[in-house]
């Protein structure tokens, strides 16, 4: 009698088993889906997620929850530093993590990013050919690209219907446009925007160069309303400016009615050259549950997944396999996907070293030339 | 103008002298008008557009709830709330208590020290913000946690609590200056008048100088209250992983101040203007 | 026997040191174990090398360059010839004049207003008490933006004068130095009224019956009983506006479009993205030296004053 019982539990608990590893899929194709988990066996029940704010589809933290069972929870930093300052502390429960370029090169150097194991993260090579190798992370070690973007500028096509492609709509200003442009309250950016309108580097580390840039930032002063990195997108809303220095994912929401901008923005990258900024997914070093971070990293990269994430946060995806999934009228933008010319136009601003001392400086002395 | 005075015994007496406090009465008015004006004007403002049809806190294109029921559904935003709310009043009560405490030592009490710790219970008001959350974070991190964590064998990590200690530790001295500014014209007398008459020290303090000295405790605790709901830098840096109010805001600005937050605040002004009705209930019964 | 509770309760009674340590304790343990321990740990980071990443170079290397970087601005190896040694220096004394500015116009604007709330009935001056914090309880970065809003050229204050004729064309209130002020007492105004409004709740006006009775105008009735008796109020709320002001940078920066530069964004850029903590925090304790300086100076002269009375 009890061997009968016996065995008719051990059919029922496979059957049961059974199910529930097909449950999950809903679609056709249903294994597709188990596989974008991992081994469940070593996936940890949350992870946390320290990255940029409004960075990710919210919708994208609840499917992964859903499929894998893996709770996501988010927090967030407004800057490279803050998020430098938090990992050096020793404050890091973090597991994944979105540093900038020029902070990868950084953390590396101090240890502080794991390397990935892309056995477990496979999707790299979704990853378009532009956006890997850099010199921030050379061979691929570390990081996996998640957003890019351009500090460009945007352009109210009311005033100037037909923007020129170039650094000299703000500092060589026509009048309507003078005493309404915002330029990116950034040293590096800024100095950099100078820098590449004179020829050189946005990297140059050369004293005469820089004074030079100083001067001209200096005398563009007094046509410049603000220098404004948070809310630079309200001002051209609202027409308070007329050319705006901004990033892209700011651009696409200015430029948007559905997501409170207007008609009418366009978006140019100019000739003489643009800072290209990527940020990336990374592991920490201290992570308490780095295979499910790297998980969550190949699960984010998975194509339509990368697809979903890019329409909802606005910024251009460095994913290539994406692309079949996202709006066709989104990726003929050249604003948001520019052309392979535009491209080579882009600039990576780079760790400098001992020499942000400098920029630091003539930031300074212009800020106190122009307002002190 | 002829003026008319009242003298003591309560007679009415025409006068040639100018009158001393009246006159100005309407200029003291007028100020208090334009000040509160300018303090609420604003406030107005972001009242108004917590109602917005668009997600646009610029222009003002038609009348919606729906910001209120978004709020009503984001729990990060509340979580965020319910974390500055507790963090402000355990903030206050302790600070408020210790505060108070010191004033009435350094008051009371001169030794040799006492100079220096007043300087030191500055500090705090002049140290800038982000020195101190700095330095909080690299204490906390890389000296409280280890040494908890050898003595209990977990290591702690930041929350509520670490905020809640910074935040007493820069309400304090606000407490103090506040409470120390009311001790200075304290007329001692009454104390010895009250002792005179049989009262014992604890007596003393809790019914003659305890409400005396209330309404420089509350001034001190409201401030308490207010630094505290409002601190961004310092909460910065000692929150881990949780937020407040203002850490939770500070990051949504990056994508424009929406009407959400307007909301959320008027929400809070309406709470707050809720608790002034209710004291002013509260002083009626009485 | 009695119970050891009472036993230490009479004990407190009698001994006055005692009374003085259970005062003073909890006070002294959280400020030196919460504040004064960390701020050495700053201390130590203003007198090292910085690190390549932000933080420092480790293994630890003392020196005192950022000391000197503050008081001579071309002393790194960057600098060339036209660089102005006191650049740090000017931005340090900009950023008090403007301090000094606001705490002016909050004790001017201030002073009047507690004085009116402590003419009111008692029930009345809660309230207003109550009315002059409650804009604070909302977030102060939603109430500057909004603040903004009003000013802006085309805010409702502007409309309110070209509607009304008074002015010819809208006033340039925000990003420049205006708005610094305009938002900086918008701020900060409520650290002025309270200790006011504390000291001036307790003054006895009908000295000021007695001064008008002995032939005193209201201005030397003011002057000479009135401001005096009320005077550690006026130092407590100075003491509450200027030291924050001084060092303060996100209104500055959101009202002036990030045009005028004070200390308290240079020092928050050291620890951001210049990467230069130890900078920052040499530049925060010179800072914090200097104000203290002026600030206990400032109290002792006042206090004496007061005692001379």
Known sequence: MKKQWLFAVVIVAMIVSACQTAAPTTEPGGEVVSERCGDKSQLAKEITLYNWVEYIDPALKEQFEAECGVKVIETNYDSNETLLAQLQAGAGTYDIIVPSDYMVSIMVDENLLEPLDFNVIPNIKNIGAFHVNQPFDPEQKYTVPYFWGASGLAVDTKVIPDPEESWKMVFEPSPEVCGKISMLDDARETVGAALMYLGYSINDTDLAHLEEAKELLIQQAECVRSYDSQTNDDLIITGETVVGHLWTGDWTLASNPDTGGREGIAYVIPKEGCTIFQDNMAVPVSAPNKYTAMVFINYLADPEIAAQNAEAVGYPSPNAAAREFIDPEILANESIYPPEDVMQRLQWIEDVGPALELYDRIWTEFKAAIGG | MSAEATVSTGVRVRTQRRPVIRIGSLALSLNAIVIFGFLYLPILILILFSFNNTRSVAQFTGFSTEWYTKLFSNEELQAAAGNSLVIALVSTIVSTVIGTMTALALDRFRFRLSGFLEANLYLPIVIPEIVMGIALLLFFNQALFPILESVIGARPTQGVPTVAIAHIAFNIPFVYVIVRARLADFDHRLEEAAQDLGADEWTTFKRVTLPLLMPGILGGGLMAFTLSLDDYLITAFTRGNINTMPTYIYSLVRKGVTPEINALSTVLLALSMGLVLLSLAAQRKR | ?309
């Not at chain 3, 001017?108 to 309880?137: C, E, T």
């Open chain 3, 1 to 309: 026997m009695a119970p050891i509770t009472t036993r230490i309760a009479e004990g407190f009674r009698r001994s006055r040191n005692a009374r003085l340590f259970g005062l003073l304790s909890p006070g002294a343990f959280w400020l030196l174990v919460f504040f004064t321990v960390p701020l050495l740990f700053m201390l130590l980071i203003s007198f090292v090398e910085k690190g390549r990443a932000g933080g420092v170079k480790v293994p630890l290397q003392v020196t005192a360059e950022s000391y000197l970087q503050f008081f001579n601005a071309c002393s790194s190896e960057f600098s060339g010839p036209d660089c102005n040694p006191l650049l740090y220096i000017n931005i340090f004394a900009n950023s008090a004049r403007i301090a000094l500015i606001v705490t002016a116009l909050c004790l001017a604007l201030g002073y009047p207003l507690a004085y009116f709330i402590s003419r009111q009935s008692v029930r009345s001056r809660n309230i207003l008490l109550l009315l002059v914090m409650i804009p604070f309880w909302t977030n102060f970065l939603v109430r500057t933006y909004a603040l903004k809003q009003v000013l802006a050229e085309s805010g409702l204050f502007n409309t309110f004068l070209l509607d009304l004729r008074l002015v010819n064309q809208p006033l340039e209130l925000l990003f420049n130095e205006t708005g610094v002020l305009l938002g900086l007492v918008y701020g900060y105004l409520p650290f002025a009224v309270l200790p006011l409004y504390a000291s001036i709740e307790k003054f006895d006006f009908s000295l000021m019956e007695a001064a008008a009775d002995l032939g005193a105008n209201n201005r030397r009735a003011f002057w000479r009983i009135m401001l005096p008796m009320t005077l550690p109020g006026v130092v407590a709320a100075l003491v509450l506006v200027f030291v924050p002001v001084v060092g303060a940078f996100v209104t500055p920066d959101i009202m002036s479009g990030g045009k005028v530069e004070m200390i308290g964004t240079l020092i928050a850029r050291q620890f951001g993205s210049s990467r230069n903590w130890p900078f920052g925090s040499a530049m925060s304790f010179i800072m914090m030296l200097l104000v203290l300086v002026g600030v206990v100076y400032y109290l002792r002269s006042g206090s004496k004053e007061e005692r001379a009375l």
